[in-house]
């Protein structure tokens, strides 16, 4: 009798995907949404160039951030050479699991987005049989340690199959001058309670996303109606929600198992492109990130990257390929330490 593969193992759940023959996409159903926005569902995303081939290191679930979706491939094809299988999740109202009427990526609780990291960790570990590396980007980088608190409270992130995390730019504080943090919130967690769905009154700055699509100055090809350039409307029930995550997050959290945070060495807001853009996180303020690296609670390594944008793994060659690098370095320390 052979063994049985990954292949083997496929149903009808799994569909073609955007990204290729080597993507597949499964819908998960999460019932009808809390916010009053209809029935929800997230999408769970897998790379299988080869399902024939041996996963030796643990599975890789992608996470990505606000404005944002799936579509890395050269992250998925890197994973996959170190002997990783690889799943991507396109969180509820977001990218592919967005529906007609709903609010792109609107939640009023992060907690909300448990449903669907807990349903993708069970299936990433049914179909490979290994525990999971979580790897996740901006404010994915602050839904997943507070998921890994919950799921450490609940009976420990590492007995539920989780080998360790990997923050990209992990957004662990609202950017800005302080007054925003201060006098600010409680203004935003007022008016978000009341006016859920009204949004932050702001300029358009295209500045990030013009550093990376093709259609401007970047070299990165995707679905400008997922990911738009100017960046999505930002509602204020959405950032009350982010602000209290923010806030538990500073209290300190315990994740249970250890991560690896990369950033880029400097912050360069600004209204439009410039090469300047290219080498800073226009996004995000990074001493922000130094500052609460600390509040996960378990082994953590923080590692700056020159030279890199918002989304280390999107800035240029030669600095993307030293991110893969000090992330492989990790990995390495990762296995060694799982087996001590």
């Known amino acids: 009798m052979t063994k049985e593969t990954l292949a083997d193992r496929t149903d009808e759940q799994w569909q073609p995907d955007v990204l290729g023959t080597a993507y597949q996409q499964r ?102 049989g290994n525990d999971v590396l979580i790897v996740a980007h901006s404010t994915g980088g602050l839904i997943v340690p507070l998921w890994l608190d919950r799921l450490e409270a609940a009976g420990g992130s590492a007995a539920a199959g989780v080998a360790g995390v990997v923050l990209n730019s992990p957004w662990f504080d609202l950017q800005g001058p302080s007054f925003y943090r201060t006098v600010g919130t409680p203004v935003i967690n007022a008016v978000g309670r009341f006016r859920a769905f009204a949004q932050l009154p702001a300029g358009v700055s295209t500045a990030y996303g013009d550093s990376l699509h093709t259609s401007r100055s970047g070299e990165w090809d995707y679905n400008l109606d997922w990911k738009p350039l100017s960046g999505e409307p930002v509602r204020l029930g959405w950032l009350r929600a982010i602000r209290q995550g923010h806030a538990r997050l500073h209290q300190g959290l315990t994740i249970g198992v250890p991560a690896l945070i990369l950033r880029s060495r400097i912050t360069k807001f600004a209204r439009e492109h410039s090469p300047a853009v290219d080498v800073a996180d226009a996004v995000l303020d990074v ?50 330490y799982r087996k001590s």
């Open 287 to 336: 001493k922000q990130i130094q500052r609460w690296a600390g509040c996960l609670g378990e082994r953590t390594s923080i590692v700056p990257i020159d030279g890199a944008r918002h989304d280390v793994f999107l800035s240029s060659e030669a600095v993307r390929a030293n991110a893969f690098q000090e992330t492989d370095n990790w990995l390495d320390w990762l296995a060694a």
């Open 27 to 128: 819908t998960l159903p999460l019932g009808i949404d809390p916010d009053g926005e209809g029935e929800v569902v997230a999408t769970l995303v897998r790379y299988l160039p080869d399902a024939a081939a041996p996963a030796v290191e643990p599975t890789v679930l992608y996470v990505h951030g606000f404005t944002d979706y799936f579509f890395q491939e050269h992250l998925a094809e890197h994973f996959a050479a170190r002997g990783h299988r690889f799943y991507a999740l396109d969180l509820r109202k977001c990218g592919r699991s967005r529906r007609e009427g709903q609010s792109a990526h609107y939640v009023s609780d992060l907690a909300l987005y448990d449903a669907e990291l807990t349903e993708s960790l069970r299936i990433a570990r049914e179909e490979t």
